[in-house]
């Protein structure tokens, strides 16, 4: 096994083992064709609202490894209650620039 992985977020090598993944977007977005999504999602940075009935929300799960002083981290993208997610987006802007941080404990990405 290779000591080096590229990473997917900004493009170079690094050492070691990746410690930090995430899911582009949910299952139900990512079966949609192209024209499909645009008829029944509104798509943010980190929220997903499809059919005005499925209301995502990107999140991070940060688990410690003490032995190596860092951090599992698996963006997970959890169902919200609707009136939540929906004042997300009118305080964010559903065409907001940004994301949910991807790094790692001590080392940024």
């Known amino acids: 096994m290779s000591d080096e992985y590229q990473c997917v977020a900004c493009g170079r090598s690094h050492e070691g ?3 930090s993944f995430a899911a582009d977007s949910p299952d139900v977005y ?3 064709n192209r024209d499909e999504r645009d008829v029944r999602s509104v798509r943010g940075s980190d ?3 499809i059919d005005q009935k499925w209301f995502f929300i990107r999140g991070c799960l940060e688990i410690p490894i003490y032995w190596i ?3 599992f981290s698996m963006a997970t993208l959890g169902l919200g209650p609707p009136r939540s997610i ?3 987006f009118r305080v964010l802007g559903a065409r907001r620039q940004g994301k949910i941080t991807r790094t790692l404990q001590g080392k940024a990405c």
Do not use: K, S, T, V
């Open 47 to 49: 929220q997903y609202i």
């Open 69 to 71: 002083e860092r951090c």
């Open 86 to 88: 929906r004042r997300d």
């Open 17 to 19: 083992l990746p410690l």
């Open 30 to 32: 990512a079966n949609m």
